[in-house]
């Protein structure tokens, strides 16, 4: 099989030829570190903004390397090219976010332009541009159909929050519902605008990103979640699948209050399954792994970071034992490969899914 065939048939419950490996989303230190260990010529670790072009090249062609390397069968893009720089420390999106640039990960939105119905009603949103797309038209032309394209998409709560701000917008849904509702209703509109693009481009899994819980409950309450937010990400779902998609719903944190609305909008995997928020892997396979499929919960918070080789070679038999049985598993880290994890473990991870995967 190749790996756009192993994905597709776990994530349709069914047992591939073993067990897909995926990269849910990477820094640019571990590309780096891992980069090492098959090529030449790459820079100190630091964030793409500081590279130049030589370098910002030479870290994508090693992105797709490490995919191939270690026979990794999916590969995540995401919008890039839409910010602008304010000043050393802030970028600006096309919807007016400011975020503040961070050297452990993703920049942090920190300037919130939506905060009221007011403001609201003489905003006018962007439009999705094609080169937008870059990264997932580079890895259409690297794979050649050899691997899954997935695409990260921001979801309802967390679009919405970044435009307003996610403590205003939380109490919002208590004073003032309809701006809630009407700023959801904006940026789902935006999105399946987006995906009309994704699917002419060739997308295999639409990735709903929208992280709503942390490690002891979801961030609002399971009606306002069935109420604010999983009707517009269902819309998403919806048409991504009369078009012949697969789709991901991603969320850190615990989810068993909200698991059986998500079970029930008709997603086909789940991610990343984060074990230090009760998402243990055996424990959701049991409840619902004959209705979704499940990819990740090889821990990134301390194993990886801080355990051996060994140990993560453990982890990985562990979870194919726990999950792996009739499909409908695919191996990934419980989060991103982010700037803390020990490379020499990443490549643990990968090898140890092809050793023990096959069915």
């Not at 967390?158 to 939380?170: D, F, H, P, Q, T």
């Not at 209703?185 to 990735?207: F, H, K, P, R």
Request: proline fraction near 6%; hydrophobic fraction near 40%.
């Amino acid at each position: 099989m190749t790996g756009k065939q192993r994905i597709l048939t776990a994530m349709s419950l069914k047992e591939p030829d073993r067990v897909p490996l995926y990269i849910h989303a990477i820094n640019e230190q571990p590309i780096i570190g891992i980069g090492r260990h098959i090529t030449e010529g790459l820079p100190d670790p630091k964030s793409f903004y500081e590279m130049n072009d030589q370098e910002k090249s030479k870290l994508v062609d090693t992105l797709f390397l490490i995919h191939e390397t270690f026979e990794v069968d999916g590969f995540t893009s995401f919008e890039i090219g839409h910010e602008i720089v304010v000043d050393s420390v802030h970028v600006k999106d096309d919807w007016g976010v400011v975020y503040e640039r961070s050297p452990y990960g993703l920049p942090v939105a920190t300037g919130h332009p939506l905060t009221d119905s007011n403001k609201l009603k003489s905003f006018i949103p962007p439009k999705p541009k094609p080169d937008h797309l870059l990264l997932l038209d580079l890895g259409r032309e690297r794979f050649k159909g050899q691997k899954a394209l997935f695409w990260m998409m921001r979801g309802a709560f967390v679009r919405s929050w970044r435009l307003a701000g996610m403590e205003n917008l939380m109490l919002k849904m208590f004073d003032d519902p309809g701006f809630v509702h009407s700023l959801a209703s904006m940026v789902t509109d935006y999105s399946l605008e987006m995906l009309d693009m994704l699917i002419e481009a060739g997308l295999d899994v639409l990735i709903v990103e929208d992280d709503i819980a942390d490690k002891k409950l979801p961030l609002i309450s399971p009606a306002q979640f069935q109420e604010f937010v999983n009707p517009y990400n269902k819309k998403l779902v919806e048409k991504a699948h009369a078009h012949g998609l697969k789709v991901m719903r991603h969320s850190d944190g615990n989810l068993w209050p909200i698991l059986d609305i998500i079970l029930e909008t008709g997603y086909d995997g789940l991610n990343p399954l984060e074990p230090q928020a009760d998402m243990l892997l055996k424990k959701v396979k049991d409840y619902c792994g004959k209705r979704i499929c499940l990819l990740g919960n090889i821990d990134c918070i301390d194993l990886l970071p801080g355990g051996t080789p060994e140990e993560v070679d453990v982890a990985v038999r562990q979870a194919i034992v726990d999950a792996g049985d009739g499909g409908g598993l695919v191996i990934c880290s419980s989060n991103s490969l982010h700037p803390g994890v020990n490379p020499e473990n990443c490549i643990a991870m990968f090898e140890a899914t092809r050793k023990y995967g096959v069915y």
